[in-house]
């Protein structure tokens, strides 16, 4: 039931681009997108509720396309700052024996080398 | 506001004792999580509550562990008795919940279990 992330990890020089995925088995009622720098806690960087929804936030979007129970994270020229591990969190839809909380992917270990 | 508050930030404990992890969410928020992170599990959810009532304790691991929300400011997760298999980070969360939506969680910095 845990979404699968990939890639695993990522290696970027500052400015590259990169792509994050998180796939589901299952539907999904909503994707949420978090980022943990090491030793601290994760923070939320954005929900999407919809089935081909996007968000974004800085240079940091995303999107989630609810037929293919899929979402991406898009971090665009990135920066330093942009290091940390990525987590995607499910949510299924109402009724179902998940329904009020996230499942976390493993997460996607990211670093922006200078 | 100050955030999620968690402490202990570390504890070191021996194998058998009893220890009590604490958390005071954001005022206002009606909901908290307690997950649990390890390298080889990562980030778990063990149980959460809406409006102080327990809703999904299903990520319990066993029955050495409990938790408690007497009231909307604070919370308890109780392991007894601990094993080194219990060594993780533990992060208490709140949110703002609405209707059915999970809206965004805030995480507490963490409490840095090791049982030796």
């Known amino acids: 039931q845990q979404p699968v992330q990939s890639p695993q990890a990522v290696i970027l020089r500052e400015g590259e681009d990169a792509v994050i995925n998180c796939s589901s088995s299952k539907a999904l009622y909503s994707v949420h997108w978090y980022r943990q720098k090491h030793g601290e806690a994760p923070v939320f960087l954005m929900i999407l509720l919809k089935g081909g929804e996007q968000k974004g936030h800085e240079k940091i979007s995303a999107s989630f396309n609810e037929k293919k129970q899929q979402s991406s994270l898009y971090l665009t020229a990135s920066q330093l700052s942009y290091s940390g591990t990525y987590f995607c969190g499910t949510e299924d839809p109402p009724g179902s024996s998940n329904t009020g909380k996230l499942i976390f992917g493993q997460g996607t270990t990211l670093q922006v080398k200078p | 506001d100050a955030g999620v508050i968690q402490s202990p930030r570390h504890e070191v404990t021996e194998m058998g004792q009893e220890v009590t992890l604490r958390c005071k969410p954001i005022s206002g928020h009606n909901s908290l999580f307690w997950y649990r992170q390890t390298m080889m599990r990562g980030l778990e959810l063990l149980i959460y509550?809406?409006?102080?009532?327990?809703?999904?304790d299903s990520g319990m691991p066993e029955d050495r562990f409990s938790a408690k929300m007497p009231n909307a400011s604070f919370s308890t997760l109780k392991i007894q008795p601990s094993e080194p298999r219990d060594s993780a980070v533990y992060f208490c969360?709140?949110?703002?919940?609405?209707?059915?939506?999970?809206?965004?969680?805030?995480f507490g910095p963490g409490t840095r279990l090791t049982v030796t």
């Open positions: 509550f809406n409006n102080n009532v327990p809703i999904d």
């Open positions: 969360a709140s949110s703002l919940r609405g209707g059915y939506s999970i809206y965004e969680q805030y």
